[in-house]
């Protein structure tokens, strides 16, 4: 063979791998999401739906999928999110140890980037919020017989990644509550059924035979 | 390759590319619609009329007519539903539907029973539940009536205001039963002033705002 058409046989060769490798990858992807994978510790172990990933970036069929992070010394955590609605997953095992707290002191910038992760964490808990509870922004309500204002939920029962948020009536009658919950209506324009209310000065009316 | 060849080749290209861009444009115009009940039923669309009454439309042009669960291709845009039981007792239900980007799932909602169905089985209930409220609650039900009692749905539900012997010193509460195994329990433990679906997330929303609705004084 010459020289020429060695060339030729080679260039053919890695013509045909890389049309091959581009085809399948695409095949292999389609209907999928790319999703990036925000890890710390970076070092740490990422499951998705039980299967262990190497990689930051995978792509998904578009829903929910359950993501956990483990790492030696650290709580792991558990997040299920839709990625067709957020494609970018943070994920941040919570230190428990003191070996846990002396890597970090080891490692700044994995201590960054958990601070940072916790930080975003933060933001979109509240991103939500304000998203999911439009009305709490036009609280305080502060009337004669009563007030109502914001209040971290005490008996809501929310799936991870899901946000909760309370309203809180301070009204020391039953008049001044019942007035609290027509103030709902007519001011925040809210049905009340959509957020937890907590009656904080209504006396326990209700208990079980023993309790 | 002669000039004529080439520009056989290159109308051919061009048109290709002109049905692949008409195809494309076709496709775009339609999207998936996927019904499923696990009860029969009977379901018509209707073009969505885009008035303030957004469940309003044109009863005279249905759109599609379907009885089985399935695949059907429509074009995109606002749509109402309406879906309704084979068996007489129960409520249709009037939904929107929009069909944009996305293939549209739409899994039919239990159908409720009639309120003049319910209303019959409550009279056949009522001694049952009566009586599961007082032997949860026998102390505190000293001092308070049931009032407004009403099954919802299929009649699995019972829903109704306990309203205090003292109104002006006392709280109304709302209580939720649900009958399981044939069995009345009280699925809102304690009852409350207000019920949320956060709180009670597995009692249908519809049944918790109906009551929260219920014996406040309007003011």
Known sequence: MTNKKYLYWLVAIVLI?????????????????????????????????????KSKTVYLKPGEHTFVVSFENFESTKVVQDVSVNPEVLLAAVPKTDSAREYL?????????????????????????????????????????FAIYNGAP????????????????????????SLAVNSMRNELNIDPTVIEVYFQDAPPAFWEKGE | MNRKNIVLAFVISLALIFIFIFYRAYQNKYQYLVVSSSKPFSLNLFNSEHKLDSLSYDEKKVVLNINKSGKYKLKKGDYIYVASSTNKDYLSITEHVVLGDKKVVLKIPSFSLTDKKLAEM?????????????????????????????????????????MPNDTENQDTYRIVLKKKDGKWEVATKPPSILLAKQVFPDIPFDVLSDLNGKGFPKN
Not at chain 1, 155 to 165: E, I, L, Y
Not at chain 2, 134 to 154: D, S
């Open chain 1, 17 to 53: 791998v890389t049309i091959t490798f581009f085809v399948a990858t695409n095949i292999s992807r389609r209907g999928k999401i790319k999703v990036d994978l925000i890890v710390a510790p970076s070092k740490a172990e990422v499951l998705i739906d039980g299967k262990y990933v």
């Open chain 1, 154 to 177: 005490l008996r809501s029962k929310v799936k991870n990644g899901d946000f909760a948020a309370a309203m809180y009536v301070k009204a020391d009658s039953a008049y001044g509550r």
């Open chain 2, 122 to 162: 409550l009279e056949k209930e009522i001694e049952g539940i009566n009586k599961t409220i007082y032997a949860a609650y026998p102390v505190p039900m000293q001092g308070y009536t049931i009032q407004q009692p009403r099954l919802y749905h299929e009649g699995q539900w019972f829903g109704a205001v306990l």
């Open chain 1, 105 to 145: 002191l080891k490692n700044p910038e994995e201590n960054s980037i958990l601070e940072k992760i916790g930080g975003i964490y933060q933001e979109n808990a509240n991103k939500k919020t304000a998203e999911s509870y439009p009305f709490l922004s036009e609280l305080p309500i502060e009337q004669r017989y």
